[in-house]
């Protein structure tokens, strides 16, 4: 299981840096994503690296706030926000993905809360 950290309470315009890491699975292996999810709302597609680091994505609502990273040697992938805001507020989700012959293998973290407040 991945284990997301680095939540907490910010106020809006600060900086946050959100961890995925660990134990049991190369995350190099896999594609990595970040999700959030606010009360009452769907869960929302952030941001996703490829498996090689070659390729990134953001949704509108992050790009150029959002980055995202990968530290093999640590077997993390990274999310850092800047600029958060209050409609940032949810909890976080990574999620590690690999296509294979015999379907789609996925593994998801507890969420870490994120609360963007003054």
């Known amino acids: 299981q991945l284990q997301a950290s680095g939540g907490g309470l910010v106020q809006p315009g600060k900086s946050l840096t959100l961890s995925c890491a660990t134990s049991?699975?190369?995350?190099?292996?896999?594609?990595i994503g970040w999700f959030r999810q606010a009360p009452g709302k769907k869960r929302e597609g952030l941001s996703c690296?490829?498996?090689?680091?070659?390729?990134?994505w953001y949704v509108d609502s992050v790009k150029g706030r959002f980055t995202i990273s990968r530290d093999g040697a640590e077997n993390t992938v990274y999310l850092q926000m800047n600029s958060l805001q209050p409609e940032d507020t949810a909890a976080y989700y990574c999620?590690?993905?690999?296509?294979?012959?015999?379907?789609?293998?996925?593994?998801w973290g507890q969420g870490t809360q994120v609360t963007v407040s003054s």
């Open positions: 690296i490829s498996k090689s680091d070659e390729y990134t």
């Open positions: 049991g699975i190369s995350l190099d292996d896999y594609a």
């Open positions: 999620n590690a993905a690999l296509a294979t012959l015999r379907g789609p293998i996925n593994y």
